[in-house]
């Protein structure tokens, strides 16, 4: 079982980011699928959810408007676009699925800074 994030990099503040998480080892199109961060110092955050069909999905109020989720069942990856991107949305971006995988991805670092 593997969860593999990428897409991350150094942008400026207004810009954009498309983050892809590839996942392997399980049958990825029966699982809700999200997208956290880990900023230094703070705790892990949920950012953005989408269910198996992604018919339903969920976003931290924070990123609402300027974040979209998607999945490619298919491709068994989940995609996080960002838009508008702010300082505070430095972070390490990971992925997982519902329920969670003990073993984490490596993450991708974002970093919004001009």
């Known amino acids: 079982v593997q969860l593999v994030e990428s897409g991350g990099g150094l942008v400026q503040p207004g810009g954009s980011l498309r983050l892809s998480c590839a996942a392997s080892?399980?049958?990825?199109?029966?699982?809700?699928m999200s997208w956290y961060r880990q900023a230094p110092g703070k705790q892990r955050e949920l950012v953005s959810g989408?269910?198996?069909?992604?018919?339903?999905?969920n976003y931290l109020n924070s990123v609402n408007g300027r974040f979209t989720i998607s999945r490619d069942n298919a491709k068994n990856t989940v995609y996080l676009q960002m838009n508008s991107l702010k300082p505070e949305d430095t972070a390490v971006y990971y992925c997982?699925?519902?329920?969670?995988?003990?073993?984490w991805g490596q993450g991708t670092q974002v970093t919004v800074s001009s």
């Open positions: 997982n699925r519902d329920p969670l995988l003990s073993n």
């Open positions: 080892g399980f049958t990825f199109s029966r699982y809700h």
């Open positions: 989408i269910t198996s069909s992604g018919r339903s999905i």
